[in-house]
């Protein structure tokens, strides 16, 4: 059993930057799927970025030219660098793994952009 670790949130000011992490436990094999998720609340979970197994990269509207999404295989972490960071982007933030039949979810970590 895999467990991700998120971390990196915090409170920003607007404009500010944040860079989240999401830790595996243990390497992740072929993962079908790589991706952040958002809940502010009162709102459903959302995809903000994603990294699909042929290497394609996605965004969310609301996200392009902000935030980017990577990976470091050696370490078996995800990150999420955010940018000009808007009042709109408090949420919990999730990291997502999807390997074969198997999804792998984080715990979260909170950002709130306030100024």
């Known amino acids: 059993q895999v467990q991700l670790v998120e971390s990196g949130g915090g409170l920003v000011q607007p404009g500010g930057s944040l860079r989240l992490s999401c830790a595996a436990s243990?390497?992740?094999?072929?993962?079908?799927?790589l991706g952040w998720y958002r809940q502010a609340p009162g709102k459903d979970r959302a995809l903000v970025a994603a990294?699909?197994?042929?290497?394609?990269?996605e965004y969310a509207d609301s996200v392009k030219g902000r935030f980017t999404i990577s990976r470091d295989n050696a370490n078996n972490t995800l990150y999420l660098q955010m940018n000009s960071l808007k009042l709109e982007d408090t949420a919990v933030y999730y990291c997502?793994?999807?390997?074969?039949?198997?999804?792998?979810w984080g715990q979260g970590t909170q950002v709130t952009v306030s100024s």
């Open positions: 997502r793994v999807i390997q074969s039949v198997r999804i792998y």
């Open positions: 243990a390497r992740i094999f072929s993962p079908a799927f």
């Open positions: 990294i699909r197994s042929g290497g394609s990269i």
